[in-house]
């Protein structure tokens, strides 16, 4: 059995998610059944991280098991004539046995958008947060050195994740201002259910002055999900690398 | 009566084209029956170009009579708890009677965007014509400056326009290369049916080194539109502006 690795990018607004679900079409589905069609079997694939429904990719990861001699590089290209075009497979490669998208996967970015505007962009429509106020971006950069380290992340943590330990190292959190859009990135060894986009809110209510950094270190240290900001839309969000 | 002016920005994706039609959705019909809400009465709007199913605008132009007496500015933004996402209604103004979205029109500026990759991007599906190969801008630039001036545009005509004659003054095309992306920008005091979108395959054919510059020439002097290069995709071109 040969372990393929390939690294996706798409735009998660049609979909359910990443992974299959019963009763709507995750992306997981929509890859296994094209797949299938390449390989001449079916399979599971393994993926690098959950995304939920709205959230998008640069860089997923999956990895899957196959008896298929198809040379690798006629995967990728195979794949655009048969999957949708919210989905591409920007990259397949051969990789030892011992390799998972999940397991083996070492720190992963994420990078959340936000618009500042007071006029909606209809092209921007599902791949940003639209904000009519303009953010204060240093004070989001100083409150985002507070989380970087390893941390008791409990305060942006959604119930509803599978992780037992609260406990993530994040290694670095850029923010980048162009065009009216603000890019955090947050790279991290791993992330809890809702961690980027709940860390994102907060970080937005320090943008507008509505928290100090000193709240934002009390919400933060107390690790209170309840007294941290709303949860940002899934929609402004992007799985962007996963590191290996 | 008064005269109401909106510029609007839309992604014509999920419609119809522009105009009002029996069995389909039109961008019109949305904007009718939504804004209908605003000013309290139905109503028909004029509109500066028609654009078919899949075209974009960043600054169509349309007009309507209403008895309403809603301040002006509260229209763009009664508008956007009302319309959806893909069309925003970006400047609302309170314009002369005499003023016609249409025929008050002095000129237009129409964008068509080309992305050059071999990898298709899945958030710009929808929003460029993904070409594989590098284009030769140099070459299709030059082509270009044969288009400026007061022509018999025949050559780029597609059947099925309302207009009898042929002539069109373009006073300026621009070709703009930004990260992988090629703008093409034609300005003109007025545009055939597909005009822009049969001049963009021909000069994608010069761009290739299919068409040489003479060759150009005389498909455009000919003024047989069999001659010319395929229709480009209508998701990669953008009416930008309206002068008057």
Redesign the interface.
Known sequence: MRNIKLTL???GTAYHGFQRQINAIGIQQVLEDKLAKIVGHTFRIHMAGRTDSGV?AYGQVVNFKTTSTIPVDRIAIAS?SLLP????V?DAEEVPDSFDAQYSAQSKIYVYKIYQHT?????L???VWTIPQTLDVSAMEEAAQIIIGTHDFSAFRASGGASVSPIRTIMAVECQLQDRILELSFWGNGFLYHMVRNITGTLVNVGLGKTSLEKFKTIFEGRDRKKAGATAPAHGLYLKEVRY
Chains 1, 2 share one sequence.
């Open positions: 990018a798409y735009d998008h655009r075009y919210d989905i591409v920007l006029v909606p962009n209809p092209f429509r599902n791949l």
